[in-house]
């Protein structure tokens, strides 16, 4: 026992009075407190803390610095754990296609010079007030109107699969009626499929009958001339 309060005083001489991070010890504590230091935190809050933790600095406060440093951490709440928001994988994406040379998409992007804006690279929260929440799960981030420009406010938007489909640098054109429409537009238009469109061009169809004339409706008109024995 004697070893013990030897050891006992010779902490109640080295503790009391002293400063552990905001901690200001006070006094050794005794009944179920015994074996503990009453300290007084910084904040006003007093805790009772064992003399190892004081002197390795594993406790500081009586907790109001670890919250403070998590919310410092924490400024946007789209990166906490087990919960990622879709704005903030688009934007890590965004970063890595365009910055990370071992990216699997750096050679379509970031070796192809397309860059993303200062403001975006450094802030997640300016992206997001820039972009705004993503519409739904059907939206991803679009570069546009420019597909080769760099990802900033003037070219970026939030667009469905279809809507990024037409935005590609090798999308086709169409002028049909005085009137310039991507080709699947037209096709949608005239009830098309691209492919069907394509075979009758490719047949020597005129882009005007290829889109008017329903399906079958020529193939059927040249089947009969043949069958027909007063056209021969």
Same mark, same amino acid.
């Given at each position: 026992m004697r070893p013990n309060c030897n050891k006992r005083h010779r902490d109640l001489d080295d503790l009391a009075g002293r400063r552990f991070g905001r901690l200001l010890v006070i006094e050794y504590g005794s009944g179920d407190k015994f074996g503990k230091w009453r300290c007084l935190c910084d904040c006003g809050t007093e805790r009772y803390v064992f003399a190892s933790s004081l002197? !390795?600095?594993? +406790? !500081? $406060? =009586? @907790? =109001?610095?670890?919250?403070? +440093?998590?919310? /410092?951490?924490?400024?946007? /709440?789209?990166?906490?754990?087990?919960?990622?928001?879709?704005?903030?994988?688009?934007?890590? /994406?965004? *970063?890595?296609?365009? =910055?990370?040379?071992?990216?699997t998409s750096f050679s379509r992007y970031g070796a192809r010079g397309i860059q993303v804006c200062k403001a975006w690279k450094v802030s997640f929260?300016?992206?997001l007030h820039d972009m705004g929440r993503r519409p739904s799960?059907?939206? $991803?981030?679009?570069?546009?109107?420019? +597909?080769?420009?760099?990802?900033?406010?003037?070219?970026?938007?939030w667009a469905t699969r !279809?809507?990024?489909?037409?935005?590609? @640098?090798? +999308? $086709?054109?169409?002028?049909?009626?005085?009137?310039?429409?991507?080709?699947?537009?037209?096709?949608?238009?005239?009830?098309?499929?691209p492919e069907t469109l394509l075979a009758r061009l490719t047949r020597?169809?005129?882009?005007?009958?290829?889109?008017? *004339?329903? *399906?079958?409706? !020529?193939?059927?008109?040249?089947?009969?001339r043949i069958t027909d024995p007063s056209t021969n």
């Open positions: 002197r !390795k600095g594993a +406790t !500081k $406060s =009586c @907790g =109001c610095l670890n919250r403070e +440093t998590s919310r /410092g951490r924490v400024k946007h /709440g789209h990166s906490r754990k087990h919960h990622v928001s879709a704005e903030y994988r688009t934007w890590c /994406g965004m *970063i890595r296609r365009c =910055c990370n040379p071992h990216d929260e300016t992206f799960p059907e939206y $991803s981030l679009d570069r546009w109107p420019d +597909t080769a420009g760099n990802y900033e406010p003037a070219n970026c938007r !279809k809507e990024q489909a037409r935005n590609k @640098g090798n +999308t $086709s054109y169409l002028e049909v009626f005085g009137e310039r429409l991507v080709m699947a537009d037209a096709c949608e238009r005239y009830g098309l499929r020597g169809w005129t882009l005007e009958d290829a889109l008017q *004339i329903p *399906i079958d409706v !020529k193939y059927r008109a040249k089947a009969h």
